[in-house]
């Protein structure tokens, strides 16, 4: 199957996704995440109107920006280092992956100097697992307090990986967690515009989307399984 064909198929099941959750499919954007696959592959799925992908690394956004110099939509998915943040800031339309007060506001303070705002969504760790970045569900609301604070970026939302599962299923309770901190979250920051929660990957998007995910971001079921050959 070619990149887009695979891209369909996993547009058709977000759909019926969607429809089991008593959702509507447009509540929900496929981002297809292309980290370390090559720039021709986003051009084949642009060609067949895809706008949403999301990258990991900040040299690999730089480069396929270049390359493509297509009006897309990146979004920036993997941790961000305060000292990349230049190489990101006025390419990625949104950084999911923001888990300090320190970064916000390195976003923030870049953003002003190109004059732009800068969608962002807080990365939690509701997993609770050492090797994740992400704040702790008990640190969101100050760090949410603080970053509303912060000009140059817009907090729209929480982002989150959860544990690997061997069954959909079983990452529910973690999605479920999630909506309750966007919801908790909105009712004490009702001022924030928190409409996002980016969660669900090609082995958990069914849990996520019927949890109220509304961003799942999908790399293996499109474009393969990804090799490193950068890293
Ligand atoms: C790589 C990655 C994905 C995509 O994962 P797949 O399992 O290949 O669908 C999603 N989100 C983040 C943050 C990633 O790093």
Not at 71 to 92: C, E, M, S, Y
Not at 110 to 122: F, K, M, N, Q
Request: glycine share 8%; charged share 30%; with cysteine.
């Amino acid at each position: 199957m070619t990149v887009t064909e695979r891209y369909r198929e996993m547009d058709r099941q977000v759909r019926e996704a969607c429809e089991a959750a008593g959702r509507r499919r447009e509540e929900v954007t496929l981002i297809a995440v292309s980290k370390t696959k090559p720039a021709s592959d986003i051009r084949e799925l642009a060609e067949a109107g895809v706008l949403d992908f999301g990258e990991n690394y900040a040299k690999e956004l730089v480069e396929k920006t270049e390359a493509l110099a297509l009006p897309l939509r990146w979004h920036f998915i993997g941790h961000l280092q305060t000292n990349k943040v230049r190489q990101v800031v006025g390419r990625a339309q949104m950084i999911h992956s923001v888990d300090s007060l320190h970064l916000g506001e390195a976003i923030g303070k870049e953003s002003l100097r190109r004059g732009l705002e800068t969608e962002i969504l807080v990365e939690v760790n509701v997993g609770g697992e050492e090797s994740k970045s992400g704040i702790s569900p008990e640190e969101l609301p100050d760090l949410l307090g603080s970053l509303r604070e912060v000009p140059g970026i817009r907090v729209r939302g929480l982002m989150a990986i959860v544990p690997p599962v061997e069954e959909q299923d079983a990452a529910r309770p973690y999605f479920e967690a999630m909506r309750r901190l966007l919801e908790e979250a909105r009712r004490e920051y009702p001022d924030l515009p928190l409409e996002h929660l980016s969660m669900g990957m090609t082995g958990d998007f069914r849990a996520a989307v019927r949890e109220g995910s509304t961003m799942v971001r999908i790399g293996t079921a499109i474009f393969g399984e990804r090799s490193y050959p950068n890293r």
